[in-house]
């Protein structure tokens, strides 16, 4: 290990700490594995859904916590003091490498000209699945047309960046058939906080997962709640368990519990320790999104042993590796998908393979996607050994 004198230092940059979101734990968890850097985390808060009290943050960060606004005034609501963009700008010549987990402008703009400026080693990392993508809106022309060119700033700010981190091989492509000229490094999410291997069980009842953020558009609610109707229909003894919050999905999933009570249940956000106890219980896992990056709550939940099942998009089915970690169903076949959950039903009947089974696929992910896999290439790649290997 690394002499904490001679550590580099790293700049990680985030959307909301207080929001917590995949990206935010993500990049936290990459700071505290490093070995070669010490790191700080910078965020531009919002404050529109707080996961996390500032406190927690706080906590979890041990006084690595860099809150920035525009012009750094204090927000009494939730407590903290944010130094001004200017100010974040000039510490940032006290870094070595920076980390961009964050594709909104407020970060992009002066973070990469202060990169250039300052000639540090930049790195984007694409965990935003529709950066690339056209969204579809209701909203009011004026405001497609200001999002547009948001949109377009927004990429020509990344196209930019000399070096992107991709979580799957249809971002590496797009970003080819768009013209970046950059490093591209396919490095995914990774692996930690592995269970003992008698933690992993096959429960009493047959429990079916959905973990993400209630967004209908992204993460494919408006599906979750056709396939939860179709395969209760057909199967009373299952059981959907759902943990997330904020956006317009939250309705939706009140409304399915109130329609099958007792076999939906409606969880919220929890925490880390709650979460991996809903891992622990549960026996199959549910991803309904439109499009994903590389989804971290498949390698969460594989690491507990669940299979999954998922749509044919980007990112799912990058993760499959064998036919024993999950099922990929057309995209948007919400019939089919609700027939694979019934047959995963039949499957968990034989609770002796079941039990094999899980703890094959817990082998499998931490084979690909252990800490010990992964870490040393996002160091390599934060500190530029791999540009040295290929000179």
């Given at each position: 290990m690394t002499n904490a004198k001679n550590k580099r230092k790293l700049a990680i940059f985030v959307e909301d700490i207080l929001y917590f979101g995949g990206a935010e734990k993500y990049s936290v968890e990459l700071g505290m594995r490093m070995k070669n850097f010490e790191f700080a985390c910078f965020t531009f808060p919002r404050n529109k859904i707080m996961r996390i009290s500032l406190d927690k943050a706080e906590h979890i960060l041990k006084g690595r916590l860099v809150f920035f606004?525009?012009?750094?005034?204090?927000?009494?609501?939730?407590?903290?003091?944010?130094?001004c963009m200017l100010k974040m700008v000039r510490m940032l010549s006290n870094y070595d490498s920076i980390y961009i987990a964050d594709s909104s402008l407020h970060t992009l703009i002066p973070v990469v000209i202060a990169s250039a400026l300052y000639k540090k080693r930049c790195v984007f990392g694409m965990h935003d699945p529709a950066i690339f993508r056209a969204t579809k809106t209701r909203k009011s022309m004026p405001y497609k047309i200001i999002e547009r060119a948001y949109d377009r700033?927004?990429?020509?700010?990344?196209?930019?960046?000399?070096?992107?981190?991709?979580?799957?091989?249809?971002?590496?492509?797009?970003?080819?058939?768009?013209?970046?000229?950059?490093?591209i490094?396919?490095?995914?999410?990774?692996?930690?906080?592995?269970?003992?291997?008698?933690?992993?069980?096959?429960?009493?009842?047959?429990?079916?997962?959905?973990?993400?953020?209630?967004?209908?558009?992204?993460?494919?609610l408006d599906f979750l709640c056709k396939i939860i109707d179709s395969a209760l229909e057909k199967n009373k003894d299952i059981t959907f368990?759902?943990?997330?919050?904020?956006?317009?999905?939250?309705?939706?999933i009140k409304e399915a519990e109130n329609k099958h009570k007792g076999n939906v249940v409606f969880h919220g956000f929890l925490d880390e320790k709650r979460l991996n106890g809903m891992y622990r219980n549960s026996d199959l896992l549910l991803v309904t999104s439109r499009y994903e990056g590389f989804p971290a709550t498949i390698l969460e939940a594989q690491n507990w042993g669940l299979p999954f099942i998922a749509f044919d998009v980007k990112g799912p089915k990058e993760a499959l590796s064998s036919s024993i970690q999950g099922t990929i169903i057309k995209a948007f076949d919400t019939e089919e998908y609700a027939k694979e959950i019934i047959r995963y039903f039949e499957k968990w009947k034989d609770k002796e393979n079941y039990i094999k089974a899980k703890l094959?696929?817990?082998?499998?992910?931490?084979?690909?996607?252990?800490?010990?896999?992964?870490?040393?290439?996002?160091?390599?790649?934060?500190?530029?050994?791999?540009?040295?290997?290929d000179a």
């Open positions: 606004s525009y012009l750094g005034r204090k927000n009494s609501k939730v407590g903290y003091k944010p130094v700033i927004r990429q020509y700010f990344i196209m930019h960046i000399p070096y992107i981190q991709v979580l799957n091989n249809s971002d590496e492509s797009m970003l080819k058939a768009q013209g970046y000229e950059g490093r490094y396919h490095i995914t999410p990774f692996i930690y906080d592995k269970p003992k291997i008698k933690q992993i069980k096959v429960n009493k009842n047959f429990n079916a997962l959905f973990v993400g953020r209630l967004d209908i558009q992204h993460k494919g368990h759902i943990v997330g919050s904020g956006k317009e999905g939250e309705k939706l094959e696929i817990v082998s499998i992910i931490n084979k690909n996607y252990g800490e010990k896999v992964i870490m040393p290439k996002m160091e390599q790649m934060l500190g530029g050994d791999f540009d040295k290997e």
